[in-house]
């Protein structure tokens, strides 16, 4: 069964401070892929990032960071010196590489961040 | 357009009535995805099109559900016999392949009173 647990509910950091969102996955698919989600306050998610489970290599974009560790299924996120924008609920899903698994997204229940001026 | 579009972006209908959710998704994307999001929950999913035909249909929860993709762009989710545990909102989504990211619309937002 595919699974994504997100256990931090809601997160506050004051601006510029360093914030780091976890993800932890089950999975028995051999190849997946894990995916970052956005959601401001507009409703819509927006797409952060896409990772195969082939691809541990961890990624920079800017002050958005991903800890892709195949050891201890968690793809964790870091924002890094935040910003009041950055407020939004972050979601961590999981897409099967196959069979019945392939193509359909598991979410998280999401991490609601709020950045403080 | 430029991005997924979703229409109507808020719908409120009486118990037992007929809805139909739209949704116009990126051009030349061939996979299209419902999810179905709840108050302070994550997406859910209910079903997704490879082209024209459904590809898994197993999130659908019951067969008041049904959604179509005649031409293999533009879907419609088809909501029988609504019920007040249907409201919530309903996120359509659509991709290059199945294996690539998805892109969302902004919602349809349902109320069922």
């Known amino acids: ?117 | 357009g430029a991005g997924v579009s979703q229409t109507p972006s808020n719908k409120v209908t009486e118990k037992g009535k007929y809805v139909e959710l739209r949704c116009d998704p990126i051009s030349g994307h061939t996979a299209l995805y419902w999810y179905r999001q709840s108050l302070g929950q994550g997406p859910e999913f209910l079903i997704y099109f490879q082209g024209t035909g459904a590809a898994d249909d197993s999130g659908l929860p019951n067969d008041r559900f049904f959604a179509v993709r005649p031409e293999g762009s533009v879907s419609t989710l088809k909501i029988q016999r609504t019920e007040r545990g249907d409201s919530a909102v309903y996120l359509c989504a659509s991709s290059l392949t199945i294996v690539t990211e998805a892109f969302f619309g902004q919602g349809t937002r349902l109320t069922v009173v």
């Open chain 1, 1 to 117: 069964a595919q699974k994504v647990t997100q256990a931090q509910t809601e997160i506050s950091v004051v601006e510029k401070e360093d914030v780091t969102l976890d993800c932890v996955y089950e999975t028995r698919d051999t190849t997946y892929y894990l995916f970052w989600y956005k959601q401001p306050p507009s409703g819509e998610l927006v797409f952060l990032i896409r990772r195969n489970s082939f691809d541990e290599q961890n990624e920079i974009s800017g002050r958005y960071s991903w800890n892709f560790q195949k050891s201890t299924s968690s793809f964790n996120f870091t924002i890094t010196a935040s910003q009041v924008v950055d407020s939004a609920v972050y979601f961590c899903a999981l897409s099967g590489g196959g069979g019945s698994t392939l193509g359909r997204l598991y979410f998280g229940r999401g991490t609601q961040l709020t950045v403080w001026p």
